[in-house]
Each structure stands twice: as C-alpha cells, then as structure tokens.
C-alpha cells in the first residue's frame, strides 16, 4: 500500500498534484476531460477585489520547449468568483485554493478579507503584481515588500496563507525568507521567467506587451534550483512549479525540496497531464518501495 496523502499548510491534499493559477481557468473547461476530484487542489485563476480586462492580444506565443503570455490577469472580479465559479468548483472532491491577486496592500487586504468568507481552503497570494502605488516595482522583488503585504494580509485572513514568488529576482532564498517572516504558511515558486520574442519580419515583439512571461519545461532547472535553495533557507512547506509534465519531474521537485507540485503549460500540451502526473508519482513510489509520499520531500543527496 502506499500514502499519497500531504498536509501542506495546513490543508488535507488526497495527492501532492494541483494545477497551477492561470492555466486551469475555473477547472469547467477541464472538467469535461476528468474528474477534478483527482487532483489535490484546483488553484484558481487570479482573481482580484475588482474584474480586470487584461492586456491587449496578441497575448500568448510559443517559444522552443515553452510559451510566452502576458494574459494581464484578465478575471471577472472576487463576487462574480463567489457567485459563478465556486459553487461549481466545490461540486468536486478537492481542495479549492484562490489566486489573489492586487496592485496595493490595501487591495491586497480587501481581496482577503472577503475570501476569508467564502468556502475556500486556502489562498494563493500572487506576489508578481505591478504595486502601483510604489513604481509599478511588483511587490515579491524585495524582502520588505514581501514581508509588508505578508504580515497585513496574515492579520486578516484566517485561512491557510501561501504566497507565490516572482523568480525575477537576484536572491530567491532571501525574499522567501520575507514570506516566512511575515507569517505565511507556505511558499509557493515559480511564477512565470520574464521574456520577449520578436518577430524578425516585422521586427516588431510577437506580444503586445512587447515581454511576458515564460513558462513551460524551458524553465523547469531554473525553477528546481530555487526550490532547492528556498527550501535550504525557510521551514515553512513548498509548492513547486515550472516545467513539470510528468511523474518523473514531479519526484525532482520533491527530492529537492517541495511537498506539493502544481501542473502549469503542461495543462496545454495535454489536458490530462495533471492526473498522469498522480499516476507517475504512484509509479516511482511503488518501485522504490516508497509507503509515504512525503518521505521522498528534500531527499535529494548533493554531491559534496
């Protein structure tokens, strides 16, 4: 028998698979594929106190092993969430966690003062939001600004807090350091690599927003070696993501560190690749003889 059982921040996951803010809309589109009761926890879309239009198209191209967007976290708004999407959601076995997303403390605060009245399991707090109010600078850039809004969203929300991280940064270990001080109960990395792809008939960028944000197995070295050094660095738990499309990648996250893992471009390429994903970790634990999946998270042995 084996126990693919996590309790990460606080929440009951079935399995340690979740699928990534963005990629999954509200889970109606995927429902029609399988049943989401699978899955560990859906994470939400971004959803903000107010609906936001996003950015202009073209917003979405593909790159070599990845894909660029810049989508503007284009979302209806928290009430038409509460209203339209979540009763939905919870007709399915699984954890329901909510992206939130702002461009102020304040709005921050707001967002999860109401969320902490619906019937959620946890929140997602996307820390890669242009903070309007200070330069348009996004608030997981610096270990202050991620410790500020932290802390007063902590004061607020009595649900289980984890706080997901820009890797556009110099010092990853450091910021995460911000995310445990302010009183989250989870971390969650990686968010999105910023890039460009240009055009060289029109010379012109293919998107829009002229940059946006790359995802996809292009990312995934990147994003498990700062799972390693996060998880080298805080001792509150770890979702990892970027890159991981099977089984297979989800035991690296793992090893290196991360107790749950979340499905983001893979969503695109194969819709069903969040549950072949469960199946693969099932796989790895039964030929290493593995009881409980958490007995393989930060196993890795470096080699000094």
Request: hydrophobic letters at 40%; charged letters at 20%.
């Amino acid at each position: 028998m084996i126990n693919t059982k996590v309790n990460f921040a606080g929440i009951e996951m079935k399995n340690p698979v979740t699928v990534a803010s963005g990629t999954f809309g509200y889970g109606r589109e995927y429902s029609d594929f399988f049943d989401l009761g699978k899955l560990g926890a859906v994470i939400t879309k971004g959803t903000s106190l107010k609906p936001k239009s996003g950015n202009k198209p073209p917003r979405v191209c593909e790159t070599a092993s990845g894909m660029l967007n810049s989508i503007g976290l284009q979302n209806p708004g928290v009430e038409y969430f509460a209203q339209n999407d979540l009763p939905n959601l919870r007709k399915y076995d699984t954890k329901i966690i909510v992206n939130a997303c702002g461009s102020s403390i304040e709005e921050y605060v707001e967002l999860c003062k109401i969320l902490n009245t619906l019937d959620i399991d946890g929140v997602e707090l996307n820390l890669s939001c242009p903070n309007v109010k200070e330069g348009c600078m996004a608030f997981g850039n610096t270990y202050e600004g991620v410790r500020k809004v932290t802390s007063a969203v902590r004061e607020v929300l009595q649900k289980p807090l984890i706080v997901k991280l820009t890797p556009n940064v110099t010092n990853i270990a450091e910021i995460a350091k911000g995310v445990e001080d302010g009183g989250a109960d989870a971390v969650s990395l990686i968010n999105t690599l910023l890039g460009m792809k240009i055009d060289i008939n029109t010379r012109k960028p293919v998107l829009a927003n002229n940059t946006g944000g790359l995802s996809g197995p292009a990312i995934k070295p990147v994003a498990v070696r700062m799972v390693y050094q996060v998880a080298q660095a805080v001792k509150i738990p770890i979702m990892g993501l970027g890159g991981i499309m099977n089984g297979e990648d989800a035991i690296e996250f793992m090893l290196a560190g991360a107790t749950t893992i979340s499905i983001g471009a893979g969503n695109f390429v194969d819709p069903y690749t969040s549950i072949k994903t469960i199946e693969g970790i099932e796989e790895y634990m039964k030929k290493y003889n593995i009881e409980n999946v958490t007995d393989i998270v930060g196993k890795v042995q470096m080699n000094f």
